[in-house]
């Protein structure tokens, strides 16, 4: 027997009974080829890649009756769509063949050494100091994870209590608010996404939020001055003119 892969071809025809009824979206492009008339670029005839069954490209024992290729490309998030054909002969001697698709998802696994995270300081309350956790997750490749998971993740601390749960600022950045004794030692925060090898111990460099309000008060005084200085020397160069 022999079998191999290809990616998912588009058809242009649409005759009853040629083939089985094409899913959904590919149906749909089939229509828009016949429609604009560019049958030229159907890839029904496309080689493909031979899966084997001799150990080798991912297949874990010969001879064992399953056909495997290791398929490497995903690299980046997505659905893959793959289209399996196979041609053989029976016991008796009956030739057949068979095709079957499957589609998988490739997802983004966070990486802790490609993932971003900064702690920003807020105020004190009842001796408590408050500190916001900031981290933006993405993989080894640098796909970011992006929004919509903060139920995937969890926090988990030591000297410090969670206020509420992880929020979801919808810009691939998520957030978790904690709180801690001000006069205490430093907490140990760590955010891990179970199902996964993630966990990210977060380096407790916090920044005040009085600090970052004074800076950017700072660059803003800064671009006002540039700017009377350029409105002064343009002034002068026309009064000289």
């Known amino acids: 027997m022999q079998a191999h892969a290809t990616a998912e071809p588009v058809r242009t025809d649409t005759a009853v009974g040629a083939r089985d009824p094409l899913p959904g979206r590919y149906q749909l492009a089939a229509t828009d080829f016949a429609r604009c008339h560019l049958a030229g670029l159907r890839r029904d005839s496309l080689p493909g890649e031979r ?3 001799d150990g080798s490209h991912g297949d874990l024992a010969p001879d064992d009756g399953v056909y495997t290729l290791a398929f490497s490309a995903t690299g980046l998030e997505g659905t893959r769509n793959f289209v399996f054909h196979m041609v053989g002969v029976t016991a ?4 057949f063949a068979r095709t079957r698709r499957l589609s998988r998802y490739v997802g983004v696994v966070p ?3 490609a993932t971003d995270q900064a702690i920003v300081l ?16 993405r993989d080894r490749l640098g796909n970011y994870l992006g929004p919509g998971f903060a139920q995937s993740f969890e926090v988990r601390s030591i000297g410090a209590q969670l206020v509420g749960a992880i929020t979801d ?5 998520y957030r978790q608010t904690i709180r801690y004794p001000a006069r205490g030692p430093e907490p140990a925060v760590t955010v891990l996404m179970p199902g996964t090898t993630f966990k990210d111990v977060i380096e407790f460099h916090p920044t005040p939020a009085i600090f970052k309000l004074l800076l950017r008060w700072a660059c803003f005084i800064i671009v006002v001055i540039l700017f009377a200085l350029l409105l002064w020397r343009w002034r002068k160069a026309a009064s000289t003119a």
Do not use: R, W
């Not at 600022?169 to 950045?173: A, K, R, S, T, V």
């Open 51 to 53: 899966l084997y069954d």
């Open 92 to 95: 008796d001697g009956i030739g």
């Open 111 to 113: 990486d802790p050494g």
């Open 122 to 137: 807020g105020g004190t309350m009842n001796s408590l100091q408050v500190a916001h956790i900031f981290f933006l997750p």
């Open 169 to 173: 600022l919808e810009n691939g950045y």
